[in-house]
C-alpha cells in the first residue's frame, strides 16, 4: 500500500472512530478521545522509554555509549517502552493487531516518538528503517504494523524513512517457535532494495529473542550501515 494513501487511511479511521464511536481506555474501559490509554492509566502503567542490549536484555546508558554494542551484535541497543508481560502494553499491541484497530499503531508510534525527545540529540543522523513483510502477508494482515509505527515516529521527531528493506521469503510466525528455532526461521529472509544509511534505526512492534532484529541488523551491516539500534513497542 503507497505511504500516503496508508497515512489518509488512518486519518479517515481516526477522524470517524473519534466522532461516532468513542474509544475506550485498554486498562479502564474509560471513554477517551484521539489515544488509547488514558492519561491516568498511562502514567500508572510505567510505561516509560528504556534502552536495553538486545542479546542480553542489560539495561544500557541513555548516551553515546548507546551506539556501540553492549554483547559485540547488531543491533547495538533496544529503545522501547516496556516489557511485553506489561499488561497495558500486551494490550495496546493485541487491539491493534488482532482487533482491526491498526490505528493503535500510529498512536503507540507517536507516543514512543514523545519518550525519545530526550535522547533525539544521539539520533541526529540517523534514519528509520521498518521490517518488512511479505506482499501476501501484508495483504493478509492489511497493513504493516512495523511501517505505521516508523511513520508516526517520523512525523514526531523528524526522521526520515528508508524503506530499503524487503523480506524475500515466507517464515513461520516467530511466536509459534521456540528460542532455538527463530534464529534459523528468519536466517536470509531479508534483502536489501535501496540505499542502506549509514545509520540505520530498526523499527518493529515487539522484540522477544530479538532474532528478527538481529537478522535485519546483519543485513544492513553487511550492506554498508555503520551504526545500527533498534526501537519497537515492547520487548
Known amino acids: 500500500m503507497p505511504e500516503i494513501v496508508e497515512r489518509l487511511i488512518i486519518s479517515a479511521r481516526t477522524l470517524f472512530a473519534d466522532t461516532f464511536a ?5 486498562r479502564c474501559y474509560a471513554l477517551i478521545n484521539n489515544r488509547y490509554l488514558c492519561q491516568p492509566c498511562c ?3 510505567g510505561i516509560n522509554l528504556a534502552a ?12 553515546a555509549a548507546s551506539l556501540t554494542p553492549c554483547c559485540e551484535r547488531t543491533p547495538a ?17 493485541a487491539t491493534g493487531k488482532f482487533a482491526g484497530a491498526y490505528d493503535c499503531f500510529d498512536w503507540l508510534g507517536q507516543l514512543l516518538g514523545q519518550e525519545l525527545e530526550p535522547v533525539m540529540p544521539l539520533f541526529a543522523e540517523a534514519v528509520l528503517v521498518p521490517i518488512p513483510m511479505t506482499k501476501p502477508d ?16 517520523s512525523r514526531t521527531t523528524g526522521l526520515s524513512i ?11 510466525p516467530q511466536r509459534t ?24 534505526i530498526i523499527v518493529d512492534d515487539v522484540k ?16 554498508g550501515a555503520k551504526t545500527v539500534l533498534a526501537i519497537t513497542i515492547a520487548r
Open 77 to 93: 541497543t533496544l529503545w522501547s517502552l516496556g516489557p511485553y508481560e506489561q499488561p497495558a502494553l500486551a494490550r495496546l499491541i
Open 177 to 200: 517457535l521456540d528460542r532455538d528455532q527463530r534464529p534459523e526461521n528468519v536466517r536470509d529472509a531479508f534483502a536489501v532494495t535501496g540505499t542502506v544509511p549509514r545509520f540505520a
Open 43 to 45: 502514567a500508572a502503567s
Open 22 to 26: 468513542p474509544r475506550s481506555c485498554v
Open 52 to 63: 536495553s542490549c538486545v542479546v542480553c536484555d542489560r539495561r544500557r546508558p541513555h548516551d
Open 208 to 223: 522477544t529473542t530479538g532474532a528478527t532484529l538481529r537478522e535485519a541488523g546483519r543485513v544492513l551491516r553487511q550492506a
Open 162 to 172: 528508508a524503506s530499503c528493506l524487503t523480506k524475500i521469503r515466507e517464515t513461520k
Open 138 to 153: 501484508e495483504r493478509r494482515r492489511g497493513f504493516n504494523q512495523s511501517a505505521i509505527i516508523a511513520d508516526a515516529l
